[in-house]
């Protein structure tokens, strides 16, 4: 029997990855191709948007060609969000793309909130940010400042997902959520803000992330085995995208999705408007205006790859997450009094410092190999439960956690989490959630599905659920306690941004 599929396309942080779905959730084939990113000299941290290309195109090949004769009903996207290249008239590049490990537009943010009043921004934009050098604003504000040539040849500043639906259609087109922190979710710009900045509007037009933005390119299809006339839908960001691939959806739902970076929070009726934590919209949920509360580390899967890459070197890539995992296994919880304060790349939530660097506390000669192995592991769940506990008294606490995402094939890192956050883990059986959520939108947006909600039932599945140790647990807190003045220790009375001199120019 011939099967039916569509494809997942998620253009992550370090890789692409192409996922074949059935109409079930499951996978029928899968490819995954790495890209490098790039850190000048002065600490900006770059990817070459062809890299994104040639990732694509090779993966949606090798897919096909596992497949065979299957019958290819469409194809959905979704990338990695504040990352912006800019692009001539032609829409091609004129420098690498800024990722948003890039936090070069930290000194633009005086000027942003000199100038812009959050609060009155939020509002408009029914959409409530901390401010960061990757969000859109801060973005253009700095590049114009700093790379006021390329600006003056700029048509547009895309992301890695409106690039490539560009040269898989010929379309410039994104979508309102993945543009937020600039544009309503009616998808208008904000221009009296961009007014207020002396910025130019170099946003591209908008259409839903379950619209189709057209059929592939002929000459496009042939050279990756795809069927001419295939439509490829617009999608989402990698964070919308995932939170549809881990079946996000209804009033109450928490969620952890774990990649490079991580997120974790609940989805709601009401905003959080304090600026605490991130809340947008969210138009997938099974009531209307509903909304997505949560906060955002630089700082997941990030770890345990640096973990790898220095004291794993002599292991091949692959090995080298099980490697850990034993190392970690075989360590008592809370490290033997070793602490890890994990700000690799900075840091976003909770405190917003993209100078924050990482550091080991309580380091002496009993400790080994397994204590900083499983130290860094709990660093990353405690920022994670520092993350949550910055939410205000009024937001909902999730009674179960659905966690998506590469870290959560690491078994004791869920037992971990699940300890440090005192709530039950569910597992998500599809690890590559951003890939299932772009199929997910693409077969919504085919009429294949009556809602969202549907879709999401029928293609996501929970694989097992971590219960806390109540022991464990409560080993944590004291530990838990103790992590939670590291930061303030170590920043006191220190730049709040020491890498701006280095992006200065």
């Known amino acids: 029997m011939t099967v039916e599929y ?209 059929e592939i390119l002929a000459t496009v299809a042939d050279a990756i085995s795809v069927p001419r006339g295939t439509r490829v839908f617009i999608g989402w960001n990698d964070f919308n995208c995932a939170l549809v691939g881990t079946g996000v959806s209804a009033t109450g739902d928490g969620f952890d999705i774990a990649g490079t970076s991580e997120h974790i929070g609940i989805l709601g009726r009401e905003p959080v408007t304090d600026g605490s934590i991130n809340s947008v919209p969210y138009s997938m949920a099974t009531e209307a205006d509903s909304y997505v509360s949560y906060g955002v580390s630089s700082n997941g899967g990030s770890v345990t790859a640096w973990l790898g890459d220095t004291y794993l070197a002599n292991l091949e890539s692959a090995d080298r997450n099980g490697r850990l995992a034993v190392l970690a296994s075989g360590t008592e919880p809370a490290s033997d009094g070793l602490m890890f304060l994990p700000y690799l790349h900075g840091e976003r939530s909770p405190i917003w410092d993209s100078s924050a660097t990482a550091s080991y506390t309580g380091l002496t000669s009993s400790h080994g190999l397994g204590h900083m192995v499983r130290a860094a592991l709990e660093g990353v769940a405690f920022n994670l439960r520092q993350i949550r506990d910055a939410s205000p008294d009024n937001v909902e606490r999730a009674s179960l956690i659905r966690a998506s995402g590469g870290p959560t094939a690491m078994h004791v890192w869920n037992s971990i989490k699940a300890d440090v956050l005192n709530t039950p883990l569910a597992i998500m059986e599809e690890k590559d959630s951003a890939a299932l959520g772009a199929a997910i939108l693409a ?38 306690q103790r992590y939670s003045t590291i930061y303030p220790a170590l920043a006191q009375g220190q730049p709040t941004d020491t890498r701006s001199e280095r992006y200065a120019s």
Request: overall charge negative; charged content about 15%.
């Open 443 to 480: 077969v919504v947006g085919s009429g294949l599905f009556p809602s969202p909600a549907a879709a999401m039932s029928a293609m996501t599945r929970i694989e097992y659920v971590v219960e806390p140790n109540l022991q464990t647990a409560a080993r944590y807190e004291a530990a838990y």
């Open 6 to 214: 569509v494809l997942g396309v998620d253009l992550g942080t370090s890789s692409c990855k192409t996922v074949a779905f059935a109409l079930d959730g499951h996978r029928v084939a899968s490819a995954s191709v790495a890209y490098p990113t790039v850190t000048d000299q002065r600490g900006g941290v770059r990817q070459d948007p062809e890299m994104w290309w040639a990732a694509v195109q090779s993966t949606i090949a090798k897919v096909q060609t596992v497949i065979g004769a299957g019958n290819l009903l469409s194809i959905g996207l979704s990338g990695q969000i504040g990352t912006h290249v800019l692009v001539d008239g032609e829409v091609r590049p004129l420098a690498d793309a800024w990722t948003w490990q890039d936090g070069g537009a930290s000194i633009a943010l005086d000027e942003f909130e000199r100038v812009l009043d959050s609060a009155v921004l939020g509002a408009d934009l029914r959409t409530w940010l901390p401010p960061g050098p990757a969000w859109p604003l801060p973005r253009l504000l700095w590049l114009t400042k700093t790379f006021p040539a390329h600006i003056a040849r700029a048509h547009y500043m895309l992301q890695p997902k409106d690039y490539i639906l560009h040269r898989l259609t010929g379309r410039i087109i994104s979508d309102s959520s993945s543009l937020r922190g600039v544009m309503k979710p009616t998808g208008e710009i904000h221009r009296p803000a961009l007014d207020a900045l002396g910025l130019s509007d170099l946003f591209p037009p908008v259409g839903q992330p379950t619209e189709s933005a057209g």
